[in-house]
């Protein structure tokens, strides 16, 4: 079986905006995730989150390295059948109602008939909770609602891969349990999720395994539980705090 998503020394420069040079994003990055694992990406601000995601959904193309996606490179058509991507920054047509919106996507996400669109929408508003919100306008949401209807459409067609950057920006802690409970339940359907997020108490409960990201390399990977039990600590926060302390002063 292959891995669901095998990263391998993925290097991306940008060019530096303030003078001469080039910055380097991602450093030779590499790792595997297995079909129906969570995987959550952790990082500072400015580590490479963001630019790992994007370009393991094929967004973005990387300098150096390979990304294969259950054994197909990424940035093939063919492969980006089953994968929902939730952005971090996400954009909306403001005068759009909640149903529009998802009905559109559904079909993009290519469900042709329209009573299986009608039907997957109605599932997956249910299944955030935003069945109420269907008849509104997407401007008139509050963020945390927003919030929702983004992750609704990730999970439009039940991808078998999922890539969120912050899924629970906006959401108040009933929407971030919410939010914990459908990963968890969709990972025993097989569906593998690759996750970035600063809340890491929310990362600690559902990740099966995590990678530390720090300047573009990989500086800590493993089983959750057991990273946090190797560095006799009580959370996945004080091991992220260790780590990057312990980076500084070497």
């Not at 599932?123 to 401007?139: A, D, M, P, Y």
Request: aromatic share 6%; glycine share 10%.
């Amino acid at each position: 079986m292959f891995p669901a998503i095998k990263a391998s020394k993925i290097r991306k420069e940008f060019r530096n905006p303030k003078g001469k040079g080039k910055i380097v994003a991602l450093d030779d990055v590499s790792f595997e995730i297995q079909p129906g694992e969570i995987y959550g990406f952790l990082g500072a601000n400015g580590a490479g989150k963001t630019t790992a995601i994007r370009v393991l959904t094929g967004l973005c193309i990387p300098d150096g390295g390979d990304v294969l996606l259950t054994g197909n490179q990424s940035n093939n058509t063919g492969s980006q059948t089953n994968i929902g991507y939730l952005p971090e920054e996400h954009y909306f047509y403001p005068h759009l109602k909640v149903d529009q919106f998802l009905t559109i996507m559904a079909g993009i996400s290519d469900l042709k008939n329209s009573l299986g669109v009608a039907a997957e929408v109605e599932r997956v508003t249910k299944l955030l909770s935003i069945n109420e919100l269907r008849t509104q306008k997407i401007g008139n949401l509050s963020k945390g609602q927003r919030q929702r209807v983004a992750l609704a459409q990730v999970f439009l067609g039940q991808p078998d891969i999922v890539f969120l950057d912050e899924p629970s920006s906006g959401l108040d802690p009933l929407g971030s349990r919410l939010l914990g409970g459908i990963l968890k339940e969709f990972k025993e359907t097989g569906m593998t999720i690759f996750f970035s997020s600063h809340q890491l108490a929310e990362v600690e409960l559902v990740s099966d395994r995590i990678g530390l990201i720090k300047e573009g390399k990989i500086i800590l990977e493993g089983k959750t539980e057991d990273l946090i039990s190797s560095k006799k600590v009580s959370s996945l926060e004080e091991l992220f705090l260790a780590v990057y302390d312990q980076e500084e002063t070497d």
